[in-house]
Each structure stands twice: as structure tokens, then as C-alpha cells.
């Protein structure tokens, strides 16, 4: 399994942004996608996640109303569209696959920096 993401640049508080997370090497039919985030010398941190089977994406309250995940499953995609983004949003942003029956996200992809300054 492979994940890429890409998406992330420099922008300005209140600015907004679109990540993508493409992933190869798995159906994915009932697995979990996810995003994270991390900040250097903190604990990385949950963003966003669904399942590829359907259902409503769930999100950290850090992020709830402003961020919007969704994915696209003949390119076996995953999207976070970032709005009225934050300087507290800055952090190298990372996908993730969670495996049908893996009680944890078990692929991840390299990440991509995502900077919010003015």
C-alpha cells in the first residue's frame, strides 16, 4: 500500500487550502482513511476520518466546521479541504489507511507541509 500526499504550501490566516491523499496497492473497499497533523515537538494529532464504504467523516474539534473531508473512490483519492485556516493549523499534514480489522491506522504517507502566516 502507498499513500501519497500533496497539497500543501503557504498561505495566509483565513486563506484556504486542498489536500489530497492518493492511494495505491489496496481495494480499499472497507478500509479507513484518515488525516493527521504534527507539529514539531508535539504529539501528533487526529484531523479527520472516514471510511471508503460510506458514512459521515468525523472530525477533531480543533477542526470541526472548517475543515472538510471527502474522497473519491474510482481514483481512490481522499481530499481535506482546509478553510478559513489558522496560524495553529501549521503543521506537516500526513494521510493514513486504516486496514478492515486493524484496530489502528497502519499506512501512512510522507506528509506535506502546510504553513499558515501572514
Known amino acids: 500500500v502507498q499513500l501519497q500526499a500533496s497539497g500543501g504550501g503557504l498561505v495566509q490566516p483565513g486563506d484556504s487550502l486542498t489536500l489530497s491523499c492518493a492511494a495505491s496497492?489496496?481495494?480499499?473497499?472497507?478500509?479507513?482513511m484518515g488525516w493527521f497533523r504534527r507539529v514539531p515537538g508535539k504529539e501528533r494529532e487526529f484531523v479527520a476520518g472516514m471510511t471508503w464504504s460510506g458514512g459521515e467523516p468525523y472530525y477533531a474539534d480543533s477542526v470541526k466546521g472548517r475543515f472538510t473531508m471527502s474522497r473519491d473512490n474510482t481514483k481512490k483519492a481522499a481530499y481535506l479541504q482546509m478553510n478559513s485556516l489558522k496560524p495553529e493549523d501549521t503543521a506537516v499534514y500526513y494521510c493514513?489507511?486504516?486496514?478492515?480489522?486493524?484496530?489502528?491506522?497502519?499506512?501512512w504517507g510522507q506528509g506535506t507541509q502546510v504553513t499558515v502566516s501572514s
Open positions: 493514513a489507511l486504516r486496514t478492515q480489522g486493524a484496530t489502528s491506522y497502519n499506512y
Open positions: 496497492g489496496r481495494t480499499l473497499s472497507r478500509d479507513g
